[in-house]
């Protein structure tokens, strides 16, 4: 019998990857008829009045569960969990504040390096999801079998393409996004950037590149592109402008976006030009390149990890010059990571620049192809995975 309620066992949020994968989960449960419960309180959410409706049962249902959780430290549900893990299937399925009658484990892990305790961690939850072609097949070859795929989705209902907005009159502006780290690949876009601006003053940077584990974020120094990374002030806030200024790109060629929630990143979108991702690895689809396709911003991005789920030839600017990544802490395993190439970066930037007919083109026919991954299709995959494990 399909269960009527499904357990999201993270936080919802319209700041990370993870919380927006959470918020949509709810908000689609909600719309394909079943139950969404949450036991863990949101973080830093903003939404629509339309949304907010939606999910004030829910949450008012967490407070609840929330604070039997605080009382009794344990909660065990008739209905199956989802559980956020991280590299090495951590935590183990017995440390976790809550089960069900079926466990699922959800994972998006950059590194590839895992150890037997890990594999039998994972060999614990009756399902594994993974969110990228690439982490399924990894795990497949370590010889797990219960493992299936499913893509991250975008919110079909605000990241379409729409009009230019002329924020930045006579500018052409270029958007980059994801959280400041070295695997992310801003050292990259932050090279390229400086020489093309010293081509076309008139290039903008505008960037969300708020961190909000500043522990990972260091390890933007090990970059040769750039010189050491960001301050952090006691408030946890990363002194990015300074940083880059230090790097050598002007004050007037950048705009800091700060960490805007995820329903204002379209009017973000709208104000590009183009969209940059050289990132040496995606353990997902790239959330922030999925939505800049979708909203049909020429994109360039990096064919790599699970970021070539994304792409199909005339979609996208490739970045293909690549080379092996050389492991740093705290990645022990790189298998599949990729190094791109600036001066390729900087060549695809020219390309959009000289050709903007193409570019529109292109970012025409990556807005039709990311119809394929909206979060309503992509949560009905997840919930016919989660209902074939009530089939007897």
């Known amino acids: 019998m399909k269960p009527d309620s499904v357990v999201i066992g993270w936080r919802p949020s319209s700041l990370s990857g993870w919380g927006?994968?959470?918020l949509n989960l709810a908000v689609q449960l909600k719309a394909l008829g079943r139950n969404p419960i949450l036991y863990l309180a949101p973080h830093m959410l903003d939404v629509s009045p339309e949304i907010d409706e939606i999910l004030k049962p829910v949450l008012q249902r967490q407070v609840q569960l929330g604070e039997l959780l605080d009382k009794i430290g344990f909660l065990?549900?008739?209905?199956p969990v989802l559980h956020a893990l991280r590299n090495d299937f951590e935590p183990p399925?017995?440390?976790?504040?809550?089960?069900g009658t079926k466990n699922i484990?959800?994972?998006?892990?950059?590194?590839?390096e895992f150890s037997t305790e890990g594999l039998a961690r994972a060999e614990a939850y009756d399902l594994i999801v993974t969110g990228s072609s690439w982490n399924k097949e990894i795990l497949e070859l370590r010889g797990l079998t219960n493992v299936?795929?499913?893509?991250?989705?975008?919110?079909?209902?605000?990241?379409?393409p729409r009009p230019k907005i002329d924020r930045y009159p006579d500018r052409f502006v270029i958007y980059s996004g994801g959280k400041l780290e070295y695997r992310k690949g801003q050292d990259v876009v932050i090279a390229a950037f400086r020489e093309f601006h010293a081509r076309h003053p008139e290039a903008l940077l505008i960037f969300a590149w708020g961190n909000q584990w500043p522990g990972i974020m260091p390890t933007i120094a090990n970059s040769p592109f750039v010189k050491g990374a960001p301050e952090v002030t006691g408030d946890n806030n990363i002194l990015i402008d300074e940083w880059l200024m230090e790097n050598g790109v002007p004050e007037e060629a950048f705009i800091n976006l700060?960490?805007?929630?995820?329903?204002?990143?379209?009017?973000h979108l709208a104000a590009a030009d183009a969209a940059v991702f050289p990132n040496r690895c995606e353990p997902g689809t790239n959330l922030v390149a999925m939505e800049a396709m979708a909203c049909g911003l020429p994109?360039?991005?990096?064919?790599?990890?699970?970021?070539?789920d994304l792409i199909v030839q005339g979609n996208y600017y490739p970045l293909e010059q690549q080379s092996p990544v050389a492991a740093y802490p705290p990645y022990k395993g790189v298998e599949g990571w990729r190094e791109p190439s600036v001066e390729e970066t900087l060549d695809r930037l020219e390309e959009i620049y000289q050709n903007r007919e193409e570019a529109i083109g292109r970012g025409k026919a990556a807005a039709i192809y990311m119809t394929n991954f909206t979060w309503s299709r992509q949560i009905s995959s997840l919930l016919g995975q989660i209902d074939g494990l009530f089939v007897s």
């Open 105 to 112: 484990g959800v994972i998006f892990f950059e590194d590839t």
């Open 76 to 79: 065990e549900f008739d209905f």
């Open 93 to 99: 399925l017995q440390q976790q504040s809550a089960v």
């Open 148 to 160: 299936v795929n499913v893509f991250q989705g975008i919110d079909d209902s605000i990241f379409y």
């Open 20 to 22: 927006v994968y959470g």
């Open 258 to 267: 700060g960490m805007p929630p995820n329903k204002d990143i379209p009017g």
């Open 299 to 308: 994109s360039i991005v990096a064919a790599n990890t699970g970021q070539l």
